[in-house]
């Protein structure tokens, strides 16, 4: 048992500093695909358009409005247009870590290579599905928040289904505590994994 915490100890430190580096060059491209991937989704469930999105250092900005025409009984046009400003590196900060400590766990693993591949693949689609789902419930969220400005907004909105307060809390859990422990729940995946395969 020792020196396999040796050995995994010792795989992560030489992976980490390549991996970071990856990560640096890659972060911006996988933070944008995020995060208009789900912004896009939200606000065509709600028959908002993304008009335009564009970075700015670390962030992105989108910008949505409504496409049906919002009118009052007198005609009068009462359209919105907003822009959310969303900072992915609050949800993948951890990214080199985790992928250090699947590539260390798959390295060290006495499994056969076709078992190594599956393990390091679902570990990918894991952590990929959880910054997706983080994303797409801050997006209806968010969406959800821009109700509260005025009561066409509402009408306009509530004509579909409203992420509820529950779906809020479980964005803020995986927002705020998931995302800090996503290298040790990925670890854990990978080392169970391996060891049954044993």
Same mark, same amino acid.
């Not at 030489?14 to 606000?43: D, Q, R």
């Not at 983080?134 to 109700?147: H, R």
């Not at 809020?168 to 995302?179: G, R, S, V």
């Given at each position: 048992?020792?020196?396999?915490?040796?050995?995994?100890?010792?795989?992560?430190?030489?992976?980490?500093?390549?991996?970071?580096?990856?990560?640096?060059?890659?972060?911006?491209?996988?933070?944008?695909?995020?995060?208009?991937?789900?912004?896009?989704?939200?606000?065509?469930?709600?028959? *908002? +358009?993304?008009?335009?999105?564009?970075?700015?250092?670390? !962030? &992105?900005?989108? /910008?949505?409005?409504?496409?049906?025409? =919002?009118?009052?009984?007198?005609?009068?046009?009462?359209?919105?247009?907003?822009?959310?400003?969303?900072?992915?590196?609050?949800?993948?900060?951890?990214?080199?870590?985790?992928?250090?400590?699947?590539?260390?766990?798959? *390295? +060290?693993?006495?499994?056969?290579?076709?078992?190594?591949? !599956? &393990?390091?693949? /679902?570990?990918?689609?894991?952590?990929? =599905?959880?910054?997706?789902?983080?994303?797409?419930?801050?997006?209806?969220?968010?969406?959800?928040?821009?109700?509260?400005?005025?009561?066409?907004?509402?009408?306009?909105?509530?004509?579909?289904?409203?992420?509820?307060? *529950?779906?809020?809390?479980?964005?803020?859990?995986?927002?705020?505590?998931?995302?800090?422990?996503?290298?040790?729940?990925?670890?854990?995946?990978?080392?169970?994994?391996?060891?049954?395969?044993?």
């Amino acid at each position: 048992m020792r020196s396999s915490i040796l050995k995994l100890t010792l795989a992560f430190l030489l992976l980490f500093g390549p991996v970071l580096v990856g990560w640096i060059y890659l972060k911006e491209y996988y933070n944008y695909f995020i995060t208009s991937s789900t912004f896009h989704l939200a606000a065509s469930y709600y028959k *908002l +358009i993304p008009i335009k999105s564009s970075v700015h250092g670390k !962030e &992105v900005v989108f /910008t949505i409005k409504n496409e049906i025409p =919002l009118r009052d009984i007198n005609g009068k046009s009462h359209d919105f247009e907003f822009d959310i400003s969303i900072d992915m590196e609050a949800v993948t900060f951890n990214v080199p870590l985790t992928l250090s400590i699947l590539l260390a766990i798959i *390295l +060290i693993a006495k499994v056969p290579r076709q078992r190594k591949w !599956e &393990v390091f693949l /679902t570990g990918i689609a894991l952590l990929f =599905l959880l910054h997706m789902a983080s994303m797409l419930l801050f997006a209806l969220c968010t969406i959800k928040a821009i109700t509260t400005v005025n009561p066409y907004i509402h009408y306009y909105i509530y004509q579909h289904f409203v992420a509820g307060e *529950l779906l809020c809390a479980i964005k803020d859990f995986l927002i705020n505590y998931a995302a800090r422990f996503e290298p040790f729940l990925i670890a854990f995946y990978a080392w169970i994994t391996v060891n049954r395969s044993r």
